[in-house]
């Protein structure tokens, strides 16, 4: 039997939260995803005015994220011509996403969820889900 | 060119809050997911034990209660064998759900969201739904 | 609550015979879909001789415009290979089209639908596109 | 934070042994699917003559019994017409499965994963689950 961490939805909204008072420093209402270690979603939350492709979007790239246990934008420079995980973004049914935006959630050690955020730019989108892993890892202390 | 009233997000979390707070009364873990009036998700939150088959119900549940402007039991009653819309759970890729605990959020008329609620019994995901169509509408003095 | 503006019906039958008028000058038979802000088909219209595939990659490319708010061909060039949106185009199960002909519709700022055209080369396409818009907007004295 | 049991793959190999024992009893090749908490597949096998349709089904049986921590015949029950979930089988891309077979792993009250089994009738399908339950549970000393 294994043992495995996982967000709570106490925790997911913490995420939620560093990365939406982000967004709204730097003026773009996104949406925001939450999933658990297995890219199952725990919270979800579109700003006003976020775009509605991102809805989508920002889901997989925190199932991508949480699953692959790898950033999306790692997997960006993975998955250009010629590299080793060219055409990995069609996976998983399309939802492999290799766009900027999406960060495992580690807490010592151990890939416990994921963030997803879109409806920037991708560095805007990472950016944004950075401030929520940093608001998150400072509220526990760690 | 026509004026279109929707949710926003403050109201997502109102209608949230309504429902979790029936959840917690009864003592089931759900998942509730809310949707603007195109059926696109605006906020999603899945308590700690919701059932993981309900991220997706609920989001459906929300998507058919706006979509169709019906609520999902009334789907239940009008596609059992021999009625008019036997069969059309299977339309929109599945996505239409005819399982009571969908509900449109209708204000001064308009039907401007929807709210999907899974994890427990059909009639407790419904009786939740309507709880946070309640306090919504109390919250916005309708 | 949000207030947002989307297009009539109407609306979106000036939109296509703008397209459409383009496309006979041309002498290329279209597929023209016209979708609300959200994403969600208004019209469609496949001119006699329009390709079966573009019955759909039409309706994605103006799912895309209306959804991202942003051109098709803004997506091509950003989702190049080494650009920051290099593979999005298997995102929202492969609907998010990178493919020029997809437009958002906007009036006053606000975008009010999304218009996709596909059957010619994507220049094509996206040249009868622009000729819709033109035409609507002509046609509401904006 | 929560802390989540999971099923190891040595644990899910002694699921597949006990089911496979048992179909090979009744004379009946399976295909048959272990899946953790989350509805992920962990391991599977198709016995030689197991069914092609049944490698999709035998998945989708194990990722509902763990997802919805419910046994598939159990959702027959109440998913016949005019009971609250009727039309469910339509839910998660289709992947709701409510046909017998498919039966939730618990340990000390947890559920742990899911095992789904596929290619006889359903009464096969469900005895071979349960007998992969069986074993697992004495292998473990529950």
């Known amino acids: ?23 709204t420093e730097i003026g773009i209402p996104m949406c925001i ?8 979603l725990i919270a979800f939350e579109r700003m ?7 809805t989508t979007i920002a889901q997989d790239k925190a199932f991508t994220a949480a699953g692959a246990r790898k950033a999306t934008h790692e997997y960006a420079a993975a998955a250009q011509p010629g590299m080793v995980a060219f055409g ?20 010592d050690g151990d ?15 990472q950016d944004c889900a950075q401030a929520g892993i940093d608001h998150f890892l400072k509220a526990i202390g760690k």
């Open 88 to 107: 990995i973004d069609s996976e998983c049914g399309g939802r492999l996403s290799i766009v900027a935006g999406g960060l495992p959630v580690s807490v």
């Open 111 to 125: 890939v416990v969820g994921g963030i997803g955020v879109s409806s920037g730019t991708p560095p805007q989108d």
């Open 33 to 40: 995803a939450i999933t658990d270690e297995s890219g199952v």
């Open 48 to 54: 006003d005015g976020g775009k509605v492709t991102s």
């Open 1 to 23: 039997m294994l043992t495995i961490k996982r967000l709570s939805i106490d925790d997911a909204k913490i995420l939620i939260e560093g990365a939406r008072n982000r967004a």
